[in-house]
């Protein structure tokens, strides 16, 4: 029997975390959102708020539809909150302990029916399935940056994963106005298996002095019209999650050509993460984003 998803869990506020509590609050699901701590979330709403804020002014969405929406995002500080929840998202960062403990900790106090899904971008959903009390009842759920602006979700199916969870899980992405693609369960799914080779591949080409940050992103904006260039590209997605990927392809699949660039391992050691940390390719901290290289 399909599973009707009315409430959702979101764990993790960062970027991923409050663009699908946004998404689903205006689809008109009940969401719960928590983070390590309460600020986070406290600002996460304040984001989302000012999103929802720029689409009313916009004349996209209502100011009744704003109100609503915000209104269905409920704050909470332990997994208690999620207990009567139909599905919990993970968007927490892409350390594999720590989304371990997170489904060992949340399954315990939800109910036997919830589904619970990963937003990894890269992790073997399999693996994590493993990790939980319901592996029949895991699927990764994988949606792209900006998830308000973006109409692709990826949808993983584990090993274990069954029909009836997949099938909600796609109705709820329909719900969400957004178009599925079904990937198989191997490192980084579809879309980062093309997109990160070709960042990583952007930041050799800087690392070699083939181009700069500059002449690197105009030509594959101007050359190739790609929205951003692979570099404001990383910086957006955030470098450490950058790296993870790379490295979860280079180990999941074997081969010297994932290989991370040094450069990009040079940046997230000094903790240069892209916009999150205000530098990255770019300093952000100026009225105007400046090549860092
Ligand atoms: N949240 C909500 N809405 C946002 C937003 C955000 N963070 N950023 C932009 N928008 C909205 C704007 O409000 C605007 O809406 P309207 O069309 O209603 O006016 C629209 O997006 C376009 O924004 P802008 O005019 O400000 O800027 P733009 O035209 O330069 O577009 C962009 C911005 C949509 C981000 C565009 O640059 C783009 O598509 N970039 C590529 C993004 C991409 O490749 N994402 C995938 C990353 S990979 C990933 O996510 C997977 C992973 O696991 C790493």
């Not at 979101?10 to 969401?31: K, R, Y």
């Not at 309460?38 to 916009?58: E, Y």
């Not at 069954?162 to 599925?180: H, I, P, S």
């Amino acid at each position: 029997m399909a599973v009707t998803i009315r409430k959702v869990g979101v764990i993790g506020s960062g970027q991923m975390g409050h663009g699908i509590a946004h998404v689903a609050a205006l689809a008109g699901f009940d969401v719960v959102l928590s983070d390590v701590s309460a600020d986070r979330v406290k600002s996460a709403l304040a984001t989302i708020n000012g999103h929802l804020q720029r689409q009313v002014a916009k004349g996209t969405l209502t100011e009744e539809a704003r109100k609503a929406a915000l209104a269905r995002i409920v704050p909470a500080d332990t997994f208690d909150g999620f207990a009567d929840c139909d599905l919990v998202i993970e968007t927490a960062v892409e350390k594999e302990e720590v989304k371990r403990k997170i489904f060992h900790d949340v399954c315990a106090v939800l109910k036997p029916e919830a589904i619970v899904a990963s937003d990894t971008s890269s992790i073997s959903i399999t693996r994590l399935a493993a990790a939980t009390d319901r592996p029949e009842k895991f699927i990764g759920i994988h949606f792209m940056n900006p998830v308000p602006v973006m109409e692709l979700v990826e949808l993983i199916r584990g090993i274990a994963t069954n029909d009836e969870t997949f099938d909600a899980a796609r109705t709820f992405v329909g719900k969400l106005g957004k178009q599925v693609a079904v990937s198989e369960d191997f490192p980084a799914f579809i879309v980062n298996r093309i997109l990160l080779p070709m960042i990583n591949e952007a930041i050799y080409t800087l690392y070699e002095g083939v181009g700069n940050v500059e002449a690197i992103d105009a030509a594959m904006k101007l050359g190739a019209h790609h929205p951003m260039g692979p570099l404001e590209l990383a910086d957006f997605i955030g470098l450490d999650t950058c790296l993870s990927i790379m490295q979860v392809l280079h180990e999941g699949l074997a081969d010297s050509k994932y290989r991370p660039c040094p450069l990009l391992v040079k940046y997230v050691e000094a903790g240069w993460l892209g916009r999150k940390t205000q530098r990255g390719f770019y300093d952000y901290r100026g009225d105007k984003p400046v090549p860092t290289r």
